[in-house]
């Protein structure tokens, strides 16, 4: 089964996202994660000259790999900025720029995942890095040399929901005082080890939840979703106020979560911006991919798609 293509990473829900962001030609689109360009480069398509595509990404390469292709794809001249989506609104009302769509298709690329370098994989030896962005400080590797059991346990616990959490903790800590752990193939011996028998029951591998929850720990990536769902918020509060937002009224939002913890947080907050009167909900239950999408590419197996459109200007 198939989980990437010539660009390395094949766009999850494409047909869906688009539905559902329904751009017209002149509007203001910003991709939160544009990663190999997938679904930039399909939205840009529904765009003419008045239209403008803004494109975020905390991976350089990507970023650049996706300007380079919707630049050949297009006629479009996307504006890049190397950053957190975490800074989508402050970057768009610097620039006096409203967004009449928002994608954000959150965690990894395939290419990033299959890159034995980056350390993000269970199925190659590697460095224990997992950064996305490269230029921050704190790796897996100084994330497992540092933290001290308690902090070790929380971080598996919250980010991976591995009910095992204490003891793989514990074992990563007396195997740390014998050698440093410095590559996923060293990590993922050791969490199988601490499973012992339990192992042979594990349908996935035993550090699979464990890797998640170092990569969420490394990258902040659920401090990063809580800062753009506060700009969301934030935006969307203006904009029915009738005030100065990066949101435009009856803006399209569709936001694509890859585990509970995304998926729970992103509900949470539609429900309560819904009820406040700043945004309908365009999705009850999350859109997931077909029969056929997960045959194409097994990646989309856990993609939620959720959507919603910011209310309009209250005169
Ligand atoms: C699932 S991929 C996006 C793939 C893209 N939609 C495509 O079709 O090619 C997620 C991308 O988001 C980036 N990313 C992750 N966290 C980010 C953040 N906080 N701010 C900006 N980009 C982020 C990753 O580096 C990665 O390139």
Redesign the pocket.
């Known amino acids: 089964m198939s989980t990437t293509d010539d660009h390395g990473?094949i766009?999850v829900l494409i047909n869906e996202v688009l539905e559902q962001l329904a751009p017209n030609p002149s509007d203001v689109i910003v991709d939160?994660?544009?990663?190999?360009?997938?679904?930039s480069v399909e939205l840009a398509k529904c765009l003419d000259s008045r239209g403008q595509l803004i494109l975020?990404?905390?991976?350089p390469e990507?970023l650049s790999y996706?300007d380079a292709r919707i630049r050949s794809e297009t006629s479009l001249e996307p504006i890049c900025i190397l950053r957190?989506?975490?800074a989508a609104g402050r970057e768009l009302l610097e620039r006096g720029l409203k967004a009449n769509c928002v994608l954000a298709?959150?965690?990894?690329?395939s290419n990033?995942i299959d890159t034995p370098d980056r350390g993000l994989s269970l199925r190659f030896d590697g460095p224990l890095d997992m950064r996305?962005d490269p230029s921050i400080p704190i790796d897996a590797e100084a994330l497992v040399a540092m933290s001290d059991e308690k902090e070790l346990t929380d971080i598996i616990r919250r980010y991976g929901e591995d009910p095992l959490a204490g003891r793989i903790a514990r074992k990563i800590i007396e195997k740390r005082s014998e050698a440093p752990i410095r590559t996923t193939a060293h990590l993922a011996r050791i969490i199988r080890e601490s499973y012992g028998s339990r192992a042979r029951d594990s349908r996935v591998h035993p550090a699979t939840r464990t890797f998640q929850a170092l990569r969420i720990a490394v990258?902040d990536?659920l401090g990063?979703l809580e800062a753009l769902l506060n700009e969301l918020d934030h935006g969307a509060r203006r904009t029915t106020k009738g005030q100065v937002s990066w949101l435009a009224p009856g803006a399209r939002l569709a936001l694509i979560g890859f585990h509970s913890l995304e998926d729970r947080m992103i509900k949470q907050r539609f429900v309560e911006m819904d009820r406040d009167g700043l945004l309908e909900r365009r999705t009850r239950k999350p859109i997931g991919p077909s029969d056929p999408e997960i045959g194409r590419n097994a990646r989309s197996r856990s993609a939620k798609l959720r959507c919603a459109k910011v209310g309009a200007q209250v005169s």
């Open positions: 990473h766009p939160c994660t544009a990663g190999r360009g997938g679904h975020f990404d905390l991976d990507n996706s957190s989506f975490a298709d959150l965690g990894f690329a990033q996305l990258n990536e990063a």
